[in-house]
Nanobody, 124 residues
């Protein structure tokens, strides 16, 4: 059984930083697509940052240069370092994993497993 548990969400002021964590069990973060998604009220869930199977990374344009996704294979955990946070980054953030041999970690339809989310609120 695959489980993903997010943590690290908080309320911070614009310009601040947060690091989200996603502890994974039942599936290795190494060699599988891992992604961070977010969903703001009234909006669709969007892919924010992802790790491809080969270890390369991808980001949505709005977070490039500010967010960094990484993984710790020993802890089987994926992180999302978020810097220079903006009010428009306010959303529920979800960790997701794919067990497919080919996947786009920024594509919602490619992900097979989801966490329950952690809330990030940025005030101006």
């Amino acid at each position: 059984q695959v489980q993903l548990v997010e943590s690290g969400g908080d309320s911070v002021q614009a310009g601040g930083s947060l690091r989200l964590s996603c502890a994974v069990s039942g599936l290795s973060v190494s060699g599988n697509c891992m992604g961070w998604f977010r969903q703001a009220p009234g909006k669709e869930r969007e892919g924010v940052a992802g790790l491809y199977i080969d270890g390369s990374t991808g980001y949505v344009d709005s977070v490039k240069g500010r967010f960094t996704i990484s993984q710790d294979n020993a802890k089987n955990t994926v992180y999302l370092q978020m810097n220079v946070l903006l009010p428009e980054d306010t959303a529920m953030y979800y960790c997701a994993a794919s067990g497919r041999w080919r996947c786009n970690p920024l594509a919602r339809g490619h992900m097979d497993y989801w966490g329950m989310g952690t809330l990030v609120t940025i005030s101006s």
